[in-house]
C-alpha cells in the first residue's frame, strides 16, 4: 500500500512563505503534481514536476512557487512565497505509477490578510 503524507501547511499573513513536503512511503512516480482545492471551488492543478517534462504551474502562482523533487527520498516539495489570500486551499500532492496514482491527505493553507 503506497502512502504519501503531506506535510508544512499552516497559517501564515499574507506576503509570507511555506514550504509543503509530501513523502512517498515507497516506489518511485513518473507523474509528481501539487494540486488546490479551495472552498466552494474545483480542485485545481498548482504545479507539474512530471518525469521528463519541464516544469510547468498555473498562471496564478507563477514566479512565487517553487515545486522541486528528491527522487531518492520519493519526496517533493512547493515552496510558496509572496503568499496572497487567494492561495487559501487545501493542497494535495499526487503521484502516478501509471496506470496507479495516489493522492496524501490534505494540508491546509490558510493566508490572511
Known amino acids: 500500500q503506497v502512502q504519501l503524507v503531506e506535510s508544512g501547511g499552516g497559517l501564515v499573513q ?8 509530501c513523502i512517498a512511503s515507497r516506489l518511485s512516480f ?9 472552498p466552494g471551488k474545483e480542485r485545481e492543478l498548482v504545479a507539474d514536476i512530471s518525469f521528463g517534462r519541464n516544469t510547468n504551474y498555473a498562471d496564478s502562482v507563477k514566479g512565487r512557487f517553487t515545486a522541486s523533487k528528491d ?9 510558496m512565497n509572496s503568499l ?3 492561495d487559501t486551499a487545501i493542497y494535495y500532492c499526487n ?4 496506470p496507479n496514482c495516489y493522492w496524501g491527505q490534505g494540508t491546509q493553507v490558510t493566508v490572511s490578510s
Do not use: F
Open 14 to 21: 499574507a506576503g509570507g512563505s511555506l514550504r509543503l513536503s
Open 30 to 38: 513518473s507523474i509528481m503534481r501539487w494540486y488546490r482545492q479551495a
Open 71 to 79: 527522487n531518492a527520498k520519493n519526496t517533493m516539495y512547493l515552496q
Open 84 to 86: 496572497k489570500p487567494e
Open 95 to 98: 503521484m502516478c505509477r501509471l
